[in-house]
T-cell receptor, first 112, second 117 residues
C-alpha cells in the first residue's frame, strides 16, 4: 500500500541532543500528524498540523507542515531517555474515510 | 481510563483457526478504524466505520476478514481460516467527526498482537 518516505530510519544520539526527522510524499495531504509508539503499544498522537506552513509546538516537540503540503518535519529538543521509541508521520486527506497513510517510522535510541 | 481499549492484547492461534478481536472506542466517537501493522512498518488501513455503517474497506481486507460495529459503539474484527501471513498487530482507532470534517484526529488503542503458528 501507499506509504510515506520517512527519514532517517534510525537515530542513535546522546541524551540532551536535539533530534530532527522528516517525512515526504508524492501526494498532497490536508493534515499531517506525528505519533510515537512504544514496544507492544499503539501509536500515541503527539502533534497534528492542519495548514500549509503551520509550525506547532508541544513542549519540547516542534513540527511543521510543509508549504507544498507534501512534507513535514518533527524536531525534539534536549532529548531525554523517555523520548526513546518509534516516531511515525501520517498524512491524511479530508475526503472519504480520512484514513491515515503512515511512514515507515524513525527509531530513536538515546545513550545516557 | 477513557481511551480506546482492545481485547485481547495477545492472541496465539494455529493456522486454520478463526479469531475475533474487540475494540471499544472513546465514548461518543462516531468514527472507528482498523489498521494492521507488521514488524518494522507503519500501520496500514483496513476498514472504516461511521457509526454502524462500514463505509470503506482496503484491498488488504480479504474475504476471510469481516468487521462489524453493530450498535455504533464497539467493533469486532474476525479473521477466518487464519494463515501465517495474518500474524501482525491489529490496531483500532477512533475519532470524532468535527464540523466541516476538517479535523479528524485519530486515537489508537494498545492493539492486539496476533501470532499464527
Amino acid at each position: 500500500g501507499q506509504q510515506l518516505n520517512q527519514s532517517p530510519q534510525s537515530m542513535f544520539i546522546q541524551e540532551g541532543e536535539d533530534v530532527s526527522m522528516n517525512c515526504t510524499s508524492s501526494s498532497i495531504f490536508n493534515t499531517w500528524l506525528w505519533y510515537k509508539q512504544d514496544p507492544g503499544e499503539g501509536p500515541v498522537l503527539l502533534i497534528a498540523l492542519y495548514k500549509a506552513g503551520e509550525l506547532t509546538s508541544n513542549g519540547r516537540l516542534t513540527a511543521q507542515f510543509g508549504i507544498t503540503r507534501k512534507d513535514s518535519f518533527l524536531n525534539i529538543s534536549a532529548s531525554i531517555p523517555s523520548d526513546v521509541g518509534i516516531y511515525f508521520c501520517a498524512g491524511q486527506t479530508i475526503q472519504g474515510a480520512q484514513k491515515l497513510v503512515f511512514g515507515q517510522g524513525t527509531r530513536l535510541t538515546i545513550n545516557p | 481510563d477513557t481511551g480506546v481499549s482492545q481485547d485481547p492484547r495477545h492472541k496465539i492461534t494455529k493456522r486454520g483457526q478463526n479469531v475475533t478481536f474487540r475494540c471499544d472506542p472513546i465514548s461518543e466517537h462516531n468514527r472507528l478504524y482498523w489498521y494492521r501493522q507488521t514488524l518494522g512498518q507503519g500501520p496500514e488501513f483496513l476498514t472504516y466505520f461511521q457509526n454502524e455503517a462500514q463505509l470503506e474497506k482496503s484491498r488488504l481486507l480479504s474475504d476471510r476478514f469481516s468487521a462489524e460495529r453493530p450498535k455504533g459503539s464497539f467493533s469486532t474484527l474476525e479473521i477466518q481460516r487464519t494463515e501465517q501471513g495474518d500474524s501482525a498487530m491489529y490496531l483500532c482507532a477512533s475519532s470524532l467527526e468535527s464540523t466541516g470534517g476538517l479535523r479528524n484526529e485519530q486515537f489508537f488503542g494498545p492493539g492486539t498482537r496476533l501470532t499464527v503458528l
